[in-house]
């Protein structure tokens, strides 16, 4: 599993999680990086624990700074020769970083559990263009928490 968290609480949240599991500790590695469409990009960052902000503007108001990574550079530099599940609820990065993923998507065809609820825009274009891949998914609306709004993509291929 890669869990990618730049933001301090929620890393400090991440790892105190690990060291209460360390069974899965082994199987788990941080990426402390944030996920976006093309690395090195830097994005600046209001540490709001689950609810936190970011944004491209160095001038409004921030905790402090992080730069991009991208799921395609993560799993080429690590050298790991598979993608199974991915699965996104980073704040309205999810387009973004569904880009920076679309060689590993078109590659391994991996399930999918997208969160589209941050922005009315992402409803419809979160779907659009995972289908436009035209890679072979059946997609299904649905929630992972008992909150409604939290609505989730997710994404099956076809084998």
């Known amino acids: 599993v890669l869990a990618f968290e730049f933001i301090p609480s929620n890393l400090e949240a991440l790892r105190n999680n690990q060291r209460m599991n360390p069974q899965l500790k082994a199987r788990t590695s941080v990426v402390p990086s944030p996920l976006w469409s093309s690395a090195g990009r830097k994005l600046y960052y209001v540490d709001w624990g689950p ?3 970011v ?8 905790d402090g700074m ?5 799921i395609d550079g993560t ?3 690590l050298g790991l020769p598979r ?6 609820d980073i704040e309205g990065a999810e387009l973004a970083a569904l880009h920076g993923a679309e060689s590993s998507i ?18 419809d274009a979160i779907p659009r263009y995972l289908a436009g891949l035209d890679l072979g998914y059946r ?21």
């Open 83 to 88: 993608v199974d599940f991915i699965k996104m």
């Open 75 to 77: 799993l080429e530099r």
């Open 51 to 53: 609810a936190s902000r």
């Open 66 to 70: 992080a730069e991009t990574v991208t």
């Open 106 to 123: 078109r590659k391994h065809r991996p399930k999918l559990a997208i969160s589209v609820y941050h922005s009315i825009e992402d409803m």
């Open 139 to 159: 997609f299904y609306l649905d929630h992972h928490t008992i909150y409604e709004n939290e609505t989730v993509l997710f994404g099956i291929p076809d084998r």
């Open 55 to 62: 944004t491209e503007d160095p001038n409004r108001r921030s």
